[in-house]
């Protein structure tokens, strides 16, 4: 009797699949339906934004900054700012500190409840996208309030921000947390407990502490690994030092892990809002030195911030120009994508995009 | 036995249960919108389309300066100057590209007279992509300015918090 056996076969997940968050390509060879090897293929989204800033002068390069991740654009214009900020040791009014802390969190709040949506539609639950972007809507209004757009805000600037927030910002933002704080339950208790959900969940896609730190996978997926790192407690900027709060930190590194673990983190960003909308101190917004040909001198300076995906670093190299040398930024995602072969082999196509999902990929970040 | 009632009472509590939930979101305002009937309205501080602002006597704001053009980060805008009747600075050519545009708002901020502001519109979708070129008369708000109190307050709105200093 001949012996039967399987061939391995090439199957392209994307660009343009609906699961990969943007246009990322991954060459599968399976064997049946088990994954044997993972290949990314990145770039699809590459919009040359590094090279766009070297002839845009530092202001016209915060704009540019929103594009580079446009889900939780105020890190991207905060980390360039700080950069800028660091190399001419520049001093920023105690309120704009403050106001930036508010968005910074705020956006991550956002970023974090799109993850919630976005997850649960990938994995097969339809109801949790609406939800998330019925909250995520009132803090995107909020923005509009603030700054006058909705996605890519143009709001923090070098040496502060662009407007003070405007009358009955404080009012609105304390009720949306509030209704967001009362919705956390029902999240919860959509998912949280949900027998397909944990079955999908639980025990898939283990990524190792050690392969974790291997690799640079930094934010909330190496927090679900077990590692207690989170640059705002670790490499204080800004006024993060003054806040009290907890870095949650999940032990199994699975799906689920990864998944509970942003849950918790939009509880502590809530409690980060609150302290500051508390100790919000009255004053100027921005340093009034800067003017639109503003030339900080020569250096450079790497600066890293810890946003809702993980460490988001900006390489700036100031020759005492109008415009920047050479800025390079560093996406956490970029890691996230190259760990994916590594942990996600010999297993199912679906379990494939639980891991993608929950790794919160987003692919302007990893391309630029 | 014990499993048939405990089957039952599901079919009679829970799922009823189930299903007044469903039944109250029924009364609930949707918090989705009949779009193109219905439209939000968008905040002040929205920057949507961009108009060329007149002064009280119909002339315009613009002269030609220059500084959007040179504070645009994408290089949207693009203006030639000439000389108007009194002799004053006017712009001949201004055309702004709509499909460069970001909506940063830097022109708005730049501008020393006041004469170009991000106005509440979001709808340029078009079928040619010569329509996106927007020239002078696009743009300029027309003179007797229509009754049109929306627009008024959003100029208003954007005095009281000021433009500020770049």
């Known amino acids: 009797m001949r012996e039967l056996r399987t061939e391995e076969f090439i199957v392209n997940m994307g660009p343009q699949h609906p699961s990969t968050h943007g246009v990322c390509r991954l060459v599968l060879t399976m064997d049946g339906e088990k994954i044997v090897k993972i290949e990314p293929v990145i770039g699809y989204l590459h919009r040359a934004i590094e090279k766009v800033m070297e002839n845009r002068t530092y202001s016209q390069c915060i704009p540019m900054m929103d594009r580079v991740e446009y889900v939780t ?61 019925r909250e995520r809507e009132l803090i995107i209004d909020l923005f509009e309030m603030t700054c006058g757009q909705r996605l890519t805000y143009n709001y923090i600037r070098i040496g502060g921000v662009s407007k003070d927030i405007p009358k009955g910002f404080e009012q609105k933002c304390r009720s949306a947390l509030k209704v967001i704080a ?6 919860e208790g959509l998912l949280n407990e949900n027998p397909i959900w944990l079955k999908r969940t639980k025990g898939v896609g283990i990524l190792p502490k050690e392969l974790a730190i291997a690799y640079g996978v930094s934010g909330p997926n190496l927090r679900a690994s077990g590692v207690q790192y989170d640059l705002r407690r670790n490499d204080p900027y800004c006024i993060y030092d003054k806040f009290d709060f907890d870095i949650p930190v999940r032990y199994n590194g699975d799906c689920f892990d990864r998944y509970i673990l942003r849950l918790d983190e939009i509880k502590q960003s809530m409690r980060i809002i609150y302290q500051a909308l508390d100790g919000l101190p009255e004053g100027d917004v921005k340093n009034k030195k800067v003017k639109l040909t503003f030339k ?42 190259q760990i994916l072969p590594h942990f996600s082999t010999n297993m199912l196509i679906a379990d494939l995009v639980a891991n993608f999902a929950t790794l919160d990929i987003i692919m302007p970040e990893v391309d630029r | 036995m014990k499993e048939v009632i405990k089957a039952v009472g ?50 315009e704001r613009c002269v030609c300066c220059g500084l959007c053009a040179a504070a645009c980060p994408a290089d949207a805008i693009y203006m030639e100057p000439e000389e108007g009747e009194h002799g004053e600075r006017r712009a001949k050519v ?58 008024k307050i959003i100029r208003r709105v954007r005095k009281v918090y000021g433009v500020t200093e770049q």
């Open chain 1, 73 to 133: 654009s105020m890190s991207c214009e905060y980390v360039f700012s700080l950069a800028t900020e660091r190399i001419a040791e520049m001093e920023v009014p105690e309120r704009a500190k403050y106001l930036r802390v508010i968005m910074l969190e705020l956006n991550r709040i956002a970023s974090h409840l799109l993850f919630y949506g976005v997850t649960a539609m990938d994995i097969g639950a339809l109801t949790p996208f609406l939800y998330g972007m």
């Open chain 2, 94 to 151: 201004y055309e702004i590209n709509l499909l460069r545009c970001i909506f940063c708002g830097f022109c708005e901020e730049a501008c020393p007279e006041e004469a170009i502001f991000l106005g509440q519109e979001y709808e340029f979708a078009a079928d040619k992509r010569n329509s996106f070129l927007w020239t002078k008369e696009d743009m300029l708000v027309p003179h007797p300015r229509k009754d049109n109190p929306f627009k």
């Open chain 1, 182 to 187: 009362e919705k956390m339950s029902d999240y």
């Open chain 1, 296 to 337: 900080p001198p020569a250096g450079e300076t790497y600066t890293r911030i810890e946003n809702s995906r993980g460490e988001l670093g900006v390489y700036l190299i100031s020759d005492g120009g109008k415009k920047p040398l050479r800025v390079k930024t560093r996406g956490a995602s970029f890691n996230h994508v």
């Open chain 2, 10 to 59: 599901h079919v009679f509590i829970k799922m009823p249960q189930g299903l007044l939930v469903t039944l109250k979101h029924l009364f609930k305002k949707p918090v989705t919108l009949d779009y193109p009937r219905k439209k939000k309205p968008m905040m002040p501080r929205y920057r949507g389309r961009h108009y060329l602002e007149r002064y009280d006597d119909g002339s």
